[in-house]
């Protein structure tokens, strides 16, 4: 492999603009063009980057200086420009969710491992300073009995995100059934149960939930609980309790700086982060900088395949549940 690793983005939105930036702070990267469906939007983005643009990825592909993609479209769009990138030997960095189902999920991993090129995911939580601490210091712990994940998004998605997002499960809460795969591997769960509301109107017209509670009970006894809201007044808010037999570990949100202030009115603080680019940013950057890693020393992902098809199926099982308001049986949902 060449020093220098040429990458197109496609898809030049709120992740595709994070994307850009790491790539832009990475030694060893050059950003080789960016691809959005928007012309004007595609063009800004490639003048002021001084690269190539185009509203379509296909010519690009014909690229032999073109090493890899990033997919950062919207999720709809992410199976086809995954499939079309592998097969033109590209490696593919992907935004969450690889794929709509777990044929398409398969799909892309063979694909890779086929053609030997890195698919890495952007579970950018699982580059995050503190959620990896809290990874390395749970054997103190003892065994896991219960985990208690927020996950609360700010400001809320546009309306036109929202529409083609999927579903809470598979678009958001994805990144939480993702943290149990990493914190405890691809364990099997025993139930899912999943209720929750839409107060947004727009929301509920989508047929879709914006306020969410999923819980999952595991044969060992551990029992996971994971609350989501699309907005908090607050800020950006995602924090995680897990209780074991010897102690309890928690990761608290981050604020703008760390000042308190203490008068007779009692005391206040800064706001938690605004939203995910604040408090990912890091994450965001370590997690291309190991992509790039993984395509010189043949790491082909960040992400073992069947945790991938796990996480999915949480997200499968939990809409079920919602939708039937009935405790699902992971493993007899799987096999039908
Ligand atoms: N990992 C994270 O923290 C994180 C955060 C936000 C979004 N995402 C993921 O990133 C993806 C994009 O989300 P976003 O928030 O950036 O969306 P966005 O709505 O902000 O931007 C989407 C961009 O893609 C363009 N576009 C639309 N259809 C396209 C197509 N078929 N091909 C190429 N470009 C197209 C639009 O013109 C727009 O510029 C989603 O799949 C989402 O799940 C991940």
Request: aromatic residues 10%; proline residues 2%.
């Amino acid at each position: 492999m060449k020093n220098t690793i040429r990458i197109c983005v496609v898809g030049l939105g709120r992740a595709g603009n994070f994307h850009l930036t790491s790539i832009e702070r990475i030694n060893g990267l050059d950003l080789h063009s960016v691809v959005d469906t928007d012309a004007a939007v595609a063009q800004r983005e490639g003048e002021v980057r001084g690269c190539k643009w185009s509203t379509e990825l296909t010519e690009l592909m014909k690229d032999d200086a073109l090493d890899a993609v990033v997919v950062a479209s919207p999720t709809d769009a992410h199976f086809d420009y995954i499939c079309q990138a592998l097969t033109a030997g590209k490696h593919v960095f992907t935004e969450k969710p690889v794929g709509h189902t777990v044929e398409e999920i398969n799909t892309c991993f063979e694909l890779a491992s086929k053609h030997g090129l890195a698919l890495h995911l952007g579970f950018q939580r699982r580059f995050d300073k503190n959620f990896m601490a809290l990874k390395r210091r749970l054997p103190e712990l003892g065994d896991a009995r219960i985990v208690k994940a927020s996950s609360r998004d700010n400001p809320r998605p546009s309306y036109e995100y929202l529409k083609i997002s999927g579903n809470i499960f598979h678009d958001m809460l994805i990144h939480d059934f993702d943290m149990l795969m990493f914190l405890f591997g691809a364990k099997q769960p025993e139930t899912v149960f999943a209720a929750g509301y839409a107060y947004d109107a727009t929301i509920a017209s989508y047929n879709d939930h914006d306020t969410v509670m999923v819980i999952i009970k595991y044969a060992d006894g551990m029992v996971c609980s994971i609350d989501t809201s699309r907005i908090a007044a607050y800020g950006y808010d995602q924090r995680i309790e897990v209780f074991g037999k010897n102690g309890m570990a928690t990761v608290e949100n981050e604020r703008n700086n760390s000042v308190n202030v203490y008068t007779e009115k009692g005391g206040s603080y800064e706001p938690y982060n605004y939203s995910f680019p604040q408090r990912y940013k890091e994450a965001y950057f370590e997690e291309m900088v190991q992509f790039a890693d993984g395509i010189r020393n043949g790491q082909l992902t960040n992400v073992a395949h069947e945790e991938c098809v796990l996480s999915h199926q949480l997200a499968d099982a939990a809409l079920e549940s919602i939708r039937t308001g009935e405790v699902v049986r992971f493993s007899d949902f799987t096999e039908r």
